[in-house]
């Protein structure tokens, strides 16, 4: 068992929930209303040091008495050891947790993920669209559990609603450009993108 | 054809008929000759528009390559942009995310064009009988030749290639309606509804899939 889960509920007491040995892994359970300060005491307190979001993903299980799983998968770099970080959600309810960007800028197309797949919603997000599945897409969340394996609409609905949208609107240049993240580069970076010429760059002369 | 026919001679004359019907039988061969150089020469310099987006992509590479070389067969150059290629081959599977953009490419080609849809899951969708993948390329745009197969071997593909070829032989000026494009209808569809219903239905194991809802 990992030491982390023990110190967890000595910090957070009750908003720590149980705490199981699986294959090796720790998995602990917590608060849904707990998942910033539980995850950022996890990255910064010295001993503990989770500085690496491995994954975020959910999981929803066939048996429909069980909860709805939103799983971090976080790890220590400089201490070479996992843990796993568990919040239940009612599937029938409100699926809303908050989101780990602030923590972790990795978790952002993460999050989108889940919330593409499970329609899970990350409060404070700074950009929750689907990531996978396209922006016009309205048959509901494919990973869930009352989804129908060949989707909600007839064949020819889905042809004829893939057919109609404009391939541009995914994939747009400013979604792939790095022209919004300038500002948060490295300093050696932006003097390397200011000699190169690579699109145009908001603060290049 | 008609012109040929009209003529300031008098009809009725003994030799008009007999001169007519030579003339009818020269004009037939030269159009036959015409279509079969150009369709040799179509055949003969295909360019492929590669589309690739599974496995069956890792075949077609194979079958560019050095060992099957494709270029044999007069598709010496891969024509990356689809405005300067004859045959789109779509190597793998296409989600519908991708169906506009294969849509696209298809319209931006210009005639002559052929489709190659290589593979199972082009032709058919193949195992992924779910909500995110077209069932067949075919509803999409137009297929001259299928290649089956998980992927198809090279061979197969070069298989369908040589169809092709035969297919094009087999074309003729003369036809206007072969060389037509064939826009989305009012609603969007490339087919019927009902036809796309039918030949997206599920098939061999998929029928055996739980559907949860």
């Known amino acids: 068992m990992n030491a982390s889960a023990d110190a967890l509920r000595a910090t957070f007491s009750t908003a720590i929930g149980r705490a199981v040995e699986s294959c ?117 969340y494919p990973l869930r559990k009352d989804f129908p394996l060949r989707g909600r609409f007839s064949r020819a609905e889905q042809v004829r609603q893939a057919l109609a949208t404009n391939p541009e609107a995914h994939y747009s240049l400013e979604e792939l450009s790095i022209a919004d993240a300038f500002a948060e580069l490295p300093e050696d970076m932006k003097e390397r993108l200011r000699r190169g010429e690579r699109g145009k760059l908001p603060h290049s002369e | 054809m008609k012109h040929v026919l009209e003529t300031k001679e008098v009809a009725g004359s003994p030799n008009w008929l007999t001169t007519r019907f030579e003339e009818l039988v020269r004009w037939a061969l030269r159009v036959t000759r015409v279509d079969k150089a150009v369709n040799w020469s179509r055949a003969n310099s295909l360019w492929p528009m590669p589309f690739g987006t599974a496995c069956c992509a890792i075949e077609f590479m194979a079958t560019a390559a050095s060992r099957f070389d494709f270029a044999r067969f007069g598709m010496e150059r891969q024509a990356f942009s689809p405005r300067q290629a004859d045959v789109l081959i779509c190597a ?84 206007p309606a072969l060389r037509q494009e064939q826009p989305l209808d009012e609603r969007g569809l490339r087919l019927p509804p009902e036809t796309i219903d039918e030949i997206s239905e599920p098939f061999g194991n998929s029928v055996h899939q739980f559907r949860s809802a």
Request: net charge negative.
């Open chain 1, 24 to 140: 090796g892994d720790t998995i602990v359970y917590i608060a849904s209303d707990r998942v910033l300060d539980v995850l950022r005491w996890l990255r910064d307190t010295p001993g503990h040091q989770y500085n690496y979001l491995v994954d975020v993903t959910a999981v929803e299980y066939r048996d429909r008495e069980r909860p709805l799983e939103v799983v971090y998968q976080v790890r220590s770099l400089e201490r070479r050891v996992d843990l796993r970080v568990k919040v239940e959600l009612d599937p029938q309810g409100d699926l809303t947790v908050d989101s780990v960007v602030p923590l972790w800028q990795g978790a952002n197309w993460l999050e989108r993920e889940v919330y593409d797949m499970f329609g899970v919603t990350f409060r404070g997000h700074p950009d929750l669209r689907r990531i996978l599945m396209w922006e016009t897409y309205a048959e509901g």
């Open chain 2, 92 to 175: 793998g599977r296409l989600p519908f995310k991708l169906a506009p953009v294969i849509r696209r490419i298809y319209d931006q080609m210009p005639q002559p064009k052929w489709v190659i849809s290589m593979g199972a899951c082009a032709s058919s969708g193949g195992i992924f009988d779910n909500y995110a993948m077209v069932q067949g390329i075919d509803t999409i745009v137009p297929v001259d030749v299928y290649v089956p197969g998980c992927p198809p071997r090279p061979e197969g593909l070069l298989y369908g290639v040589l169809l092709l070829h035969k297919k094009i032989k087999g074309e003729s000026l003369l036809d």
